[in-house]
Each structure stands twice: as C-alpha cells, then as structure tokens.
C-alpha cells in the first residue's frame, strides 16, 4: 500500500513538474488560444516569422538520469490540440479574401473568436449605433477637444473596428474576431487628425480601464519619447500593442506626408508595438506599404470592404486596414 502511495505521488510531482515547465516556457503571441502551425496573417519579405518567438530547448527540462523508474500500469495522457469547439456559432456573411487569408474560419472552428479579449481602438472613435459593432462595444472615452463622445465624425476608426469584430448576426459584414469586446477611444478628430498628447492619454486610459490590445491605426513620420513612454506602459502592464507599419512605400509618398519612401512611423516603429506592413489579394506586398527592420507582421490591407458610419460599408486600403487583422 505504501509503495503503491509513493508511485502515485511521484506520479503527480513527475506531472506537476511538467506542467510547470511548460507554463514557464510558452510564449503568447497574444491573448486567447493560438493553434500552432496555423497563421493569422500572410508574412512579407524581410519579415520575422513565428519561429522567432518559439523557446528552443537544448537540453530535456527533467535530466534523464532523474527518471529512475516507469512502471507498467503507469497512465500517460496524451496533451493533444482541441479540434472541435462547443461554441460554435453560424453566419451568412461573404467571407471575403482578407477573412480567407488569416483563415478565420478555422480559427473560429477551433473556439478562437475573440471572447474575453477587449480590444481598444484608438483611432477617430466608433460608430456607436452600426447595428455589425454595437452589440461588442464596451464603453470607451473621447480625448479630442470639443467632443464627449467617442462616435465616430470620420469613418476611419469605424472600418478598423469592423476587421476586428463585426459581428456575426448574419448581415453586412463579421471581424476577425467576432466575438471580440471593442473599445471606442477617439483620439483624432474629423479630419483624422490629432494631438500627440491624445493619443498619449488615449493609450494610457485603455491600459488602466481594461484593454487587452490596442489598436493605433495611425502615425507619425515623427519621433516622440513620451508617445514611446505611453507604449512602454501599456507593454509592461502586459497589453499587446499593434500599429500600422506606413504608407510610405510607393513612389507617391509624399502625397502620404513622408519625406522619403519606407520612411519609418510611429507608434510602429517603437521597440514594444508589432507593426503591420499591407498584403494585396494575391499574398503580395501593397504598392504603399512600408517594409524595413522594425515591420514584424504582415496582412492583408488592399480593398478591404469593413463598416462605415451611419450603419454603412466602405472598401478602404492602407495599412490602418492590415493592422486590425493582427490586432
């Protein structure tokens, strides 16, 4: 009996200790279930892949001379991926080639729909009446002069948050993650246009009020330390931080207000935020999508067709419309 109780109880610490191991290890991506071997995004050329962020082990975590004996009744339980999903959900909506190329569907299949993530877009606010966001959005906050509300008077931050979680309600258009919790943080104007100090409140109150992701559809050509020092808060408070990579990248960028092609812009060209570079339909680089060392990801961000005010679509290209696939 007491033989029988020590091989149970090395069992469980032999267990245990694998468990641990394996916790410590793992690297997220980004909040919520990850499938290996399956790509949310299209990767360019120049670009790190996933394997960048995989832990490479050299040595077996438990020495092989630890292991003294392996007893023939002992269960080992197989650590297999979950294939089927019990909160399965059905949709109408076309599922258009940016869908296709992250494989959202698959995804989906497999629980990975956004639930229990918010994201916050931090853009020119968001609809808060389009009948394929509304029921997502959670409250959010304006930080432009003159407004109390985080509606959307552009149109811009509306399209970004329909790639990232229009809902599946069987009409207009569904998000990469459908069941995503969108926050509305207006920080640029009507014109699309902002003060570097909104944004840099606008980062910091998503942070502090429950964002698990922002999304900064949006730069500048110019360098600022306390836009950084925003990003480095909402990073060390483990939120992931995703902005466009630029539309510095064809021949017209200056008509983009760059002073050179694939100049860099920030937030993306900051150390802690994964910049999104632009894919076309057929997995090739957009015409004006910027490339460079800092651009860590890629999707698709020519023609995407997303929500608009007023409870409307609009097809819009730019890196603005990649970064939400990520996102």
Not at 112 to 140: K, Y
Not at 162 to 183: D, E, F, R
Request: glycine fraction near 8%.
């Amino acid at each position: 009996m007491i033989q029988k109780l020590a091989i149970a109880f090395f069992l469980i610490f032999f267990l245990s200790l694998i468990w641990l191991a394996n916790s410590f290890f793992t690297v997220q991506a980004a909040p919520g279930n990850v499938i290996k071997d399956d790509y949310a995004v299209v990767l360019s050329s120049g670009a790190e892949t996933l394997k960048n962020y995989d832990v490479q082990f050299d040595q077996p975590l438990i020495p092989r001379s630890s292991v003294t004996q392996t007893n023939a009744y002992s269960i080992f339980v197989p650590i297999i991926m979950n294939t089927f999903c019990t909160d399965a959900f059905s949709y109408n909506e076309t599922i258009r080639y940016n869908l296709e190329k992250v494989e959202a569907e698959q995804a989906w299949a497999s629980c990975s729909q956004g639930q229990g993530i918010t994201v916050a877009v931090v853009d020119t606010g968001i609809d808060l009446d389009h009948p394929d966001l509304q029921a997502n959005l959670v409250s959010g906050k304006s930080f432009v002069s003159g407004t109390s509300s985080p509606d959307d008077d552009a149109g811009h931050g509306t399209h970004v948050a329909g790639v990232v979680a229009g809902i599946a309600n069987n009409s207009g258009i569904i998000g990469v993650a459908p069941k995503a919790s969108l926050m509305p943080v207006k920080v640029l104007d009507s014109n699309g246009s902002g003060s570097i100090y909104d944004v840099v409140d606008g980062i910091e109150w998503a942070t502090d009020n429950g964002a698990n992701v922002i999304n900064m559809s949006l730069g500048s050509v110019s360098y600022s330390s306390i836009l950084e020092d925003a990003v480095d808060y909402a990073h060390d408070r483990g939120v992931l931080i995703v902005a466009a990579g630029g539309n510095c990248g064809d021949t017209f960028y200056f008509l983009n207000g760059c002073s050179y092609q694939d100049q860099p812009v920030y937030p993306g060209a900051d150390g802690d935020v994964m910049a999104v570079a632009s894919t076309d339909s057929n997995d090739n680089q957009s015409s004006f999508s910027n490339e460079g060392s800092y651009i860590e990801i890629a999707a698709p961000g020519s023609s995407i067709y997303s929500t608009y005010p007023s409870g409307t679509y609009a097809t819009l290209s730019g890196t603005s419309m990649a970064t939400p696939h990520v996102a």
